[in-house]
Structure formats: C-alpha cells, structure tokens
C-alpha cells in the first residue's frame, strides 16, 4: 500500500506525550588522496578550491533572532464549544420519522501567536481561534485575556488583543524578498513546549497545497487564497500562529501547516507570508474586516499542453479562462485566452502567486497588468474595486 501524504493543521488538542528520539552525528572529511599524471589537473585544481571554500564555509549565526523573537511569540489555549448534530435512529424507531439530536461538544485546544505591537496585538491563525468560547494568552508565565479582534478564513489569518503595554513585538519583513535557500527560524509552542526555536532554509513559495479548499463560500465572501512558503524548519502541533523569521528577526510568515502522512513533522512546513498577513491583519484591526478587490477572472496555470491546445503565443503566465460579465476585467477589455504574465512589474508564474499579488491590494488602488494577445505584448492600467 503506498503512503498517504496529508496536510495538517497545527493547532493542538491539550494533551498528548513525548516521544525521544537518538541521534548520531557522523564526521565525514573528503580528502584528495593522490593525482596520476593522467588526471586533469584543471579538475584537481577546482576540486581543491571547492574543498577549501566548503572547510570555509560557515552557518549564519541566527542567535540574535532568535533571541529577539522569542519575546514576542506568545502561547495561546483556548476553550472551544462546537455545535454537533447526531442521527438518533431511536426517535426513528419510536417515531416513526429521522430525527437529529444537538449536543454542544466542549474541548481546549492550543497555538501560538506573534505580538505585532507594543499595545498587545496579536497575529495568528484563524484556526487556532476558531468557535473559542475564551482565549487566554500566555507572555513570559505571565497570563492575559484574549480579545478576538477579527478572523479571515480565506487565509487562515486572525487577530486578538490583550491589555498590555510596552511589550517586545515583531516587525513584518517583505515576504517577496525571500529566497530560495535563505535561512529561516520558525518558533512557536509545539507540544505544549513553549519558546521552541528551529531553524531551516526556504525550500519554496508560492505553494498551494488545498489545506483552505473548504473554506469556499461565496455567499459569505470567503475565497481561499493559498501562496504559502514551504520551509523545512521543524514544526508541529502547537506551531500554528507562530512566527517564521529571518535572521534579522522580521516576521517574514506565519506558520500554518505541515505535509506528513503520520501527523507529525517530517520534513515540510507551510507558512503564510508575512505581505498577505500584514495586509489581513491591518485590514481586520481598522475595519474588523478584510477589504478585498476582486479581478473578475477564471484563471488556469500556463504550459506545453495548453499552450498546444489553444495556439497560445507562450507557455508562460497564468491564461484567463473566464470573464465575469460586470467585472473590472471585463470593464478593462480583458479577453478569454489573454496571458497575465506580470502584475506591478512582478512576474507572474503561478495561479496562487497571482492570488496572493490581488489580495494585497486594497479597494480603489491602481495596478498595472502585463499580458500577452496572440503575438502582442499590453499593458493595463486599471483601478480595483
């Protein structure tokens, strides 16, 4: 039977155990024992330079942001009630019609959160909140009352507030800087242990994985919006809604999720970057609610294939498949088989990377559109509502 790959959520149900786990540390040394007069001496020349520059080679030194982080991830536990409806197959019996019974389901459940300001802002995942009944937030074993200020489901983002003043906070970094290979540290409460630090390196972005599919629901305006940035910084249950950090100690993600086939961690971590989070959460602070634009397009990720099939010009960009009549796409002159191949002068490869560049501007903004026309090249100017 193959393995099964899931996503997880990291908030955590109060208690659970530890499991220890060994470790052997190997020493390796690749040394360059002789050279026949047949060898290339080029080739041994650049595999000396290339064995000197990795002896060389040194980690970052990543203490000063974790330290600073550490002040300013909190521990959050809440009780939760949830509405659950049964089939009761006696009234069935009895009765002779279906019949459903309510019951309120009590439970606690734990996460993590990062202070984004001196007066007791909080960021964290809406999950990790979600149907609290109360929140307490833990600083320092200092413990606070929590206020859900606002939550939004398309990205899994919420925000509390307790009374406090004068605490350490993070600041946001720009997710958009990031790199690939660039050194991260996540630190959250995992397993209940509070101000664990781990670290690791920006293994991808823009990467949707349906952990939010569910969450549709155009009635209620909620549209998932998935362009997290995987890292293989440890993470598990109790994680969610602490901070992914550079080494300078911006908040540059939230961490939401982990892809394991067991529950636990084994080797990916999934973070909300911090351009989508600051824009969720200063939108949820001022308005209570997120404000969001709307482009009015169906949209489909580029290729060979596609690009065969329809005779596009390229197989670059993201390809609209659809116009919503009314829409500002429509207002602006868009057209079925138009290639988005930048928005504001960022190029544009994924559905979720175009995602995430829409959500982050706000009602009556300009934004620039490059897209390819059959064997043109356009630029649109428009204004989002």
Sequence with gaps: MKNQIGISILSSVIGGGLVLFGLNVFNTKTTVESVSDSDDTSNFISTVALEKECNSFELPNLTYSANKTVETVVYIKTHFVKEEITYDPYLKLFYGKDAYRKRDRHGQASGSGVIISKD??????????????????????????????????????????IDGKGLSYSEFGDSDDLQLGEWVLAVGNPLNLQSTVTAGIISAKNRNIDLLTSSYNPRDNVFPIESFIQTDAAVNAGNSGGALVNKNGELIGVNTAIASSTGSYSGYSFAVPSNIVKKVTFDLIKHGTVQRVMLGVNIVENGSQLQSEYNLSTNKGIVISGIVAGGIASKNNLKVKDIITKVNGKTISSTSQLQAEISQINPGENITIELVRGAHTLQKEMILE
């Design 120 to 161: 007791g802002y909080i960021v964290t995942n809406n999950h990790v909140v979600q149907d609290a009944k109360s929140i307490s937030v833990t600083i320092n074993k200092k413990t606070y009352v929590g206020q859900l200020i606002g939550s939004d489901p398309s990205t899994d983002i919420a925000v509390i507030k």
